[in-house]
């Protein structure tokens, strides 16, 4: 099996846990919120259409502005 180089291991990550969080949260809010007898693919599908479409905004703005702030400010610069 051909193997990713070791500076796409951050990405790699992200890919598989964002979709986990994303769908894992939704589903455990609609069984939480579950009513006694109601259907919960249907309850999880409305929850990812409520969940997903702001939390991918809200990872497009977070995500380079904390790279931004780790890189200016919690890093040494890379040496030449």
Do not use: C, H
Not at 26 to 44: C, E, Q, V
Not at 46 to 75: D, E, N, S
């Amino acid at each position: 099996m051909k193997k990713f180089p070791r500076k796409f291991q951050y990405p790699l990550m992200v890919s598989m846990v964002l979709p986990t969080m994303l769908f894992g949260m939704s589903g455990i809010m609609a069984y939480r919120n579950l009513p006694l007898g109601g259907d919960f693919l249907s309850a999880w599908g409305a929850a990812i259409a409520q969940v997903v479409p702001p939390a991918l905004l809200l990872l497009a703005v977070v995500a380079p502005t904390v790279r931004l702030f780790v890189t200016k400010f919690l890093l040494q610069p890379e040496e030449a």
